[in-house]
């Protein structure tokens, strides 16, 4: 949720998103029926993980999600992608995305 939030306030406060289309987006997302996991569930895995590639906890607990689910994991982080890409074949940079 703070991530979704976030990204809608960049857009609106950087981009000149408006703020009735910035409040629908965040509508349309809560109205969504998510699973959610909670970061503790995730901690250990993510931490080795960062550990283990040297990347962030934060980019972490992504990977460790896509890896508990079994499914891709989609991110605008191309950076990410080139560094890890070899190594999760499930981490997809969007703009390889069909």
């Known amino acids: 949720m703070a991530e979704v939030g976030n990204i809608v306030w960049k857009k609106q406060r950087f981009q000149g998103l408006a703020s009735a289309d910035a409040q629908m987006i965040i509508d349309a997302f809560r109205a ?9 569930a995730l901690l250990d895995d993510a931490y080795r993980l ?9 980019d ?3 990977l460790a999600l896509s ?14 992608v080139n560094a890890l890409g070899s190594s999760f074949p ?9």
């Not at 969504?32 to 503790?40: E, H, K, N, Q, V």
């Not at 890896?67 to 990410?80: I, P, Y």
């Open 32 to 40: 969504l029926t998510l699973t959610i996991t909670p970061t503790s």
């Open 50 to 58: 960062a550990i283990t590639y040297q990347r962030s906890v934060y």
């Open 60 to 62: 972490g607990m992504y």
């Open 67 to 80: 890896a508990r689910e079994q499914c891709r994991l989609v991110t605008a982080d191309e950076k990410l």
């Open 90 to 98: 499930s981490l997809v940079w969007i703009g390889d995305w069909p």
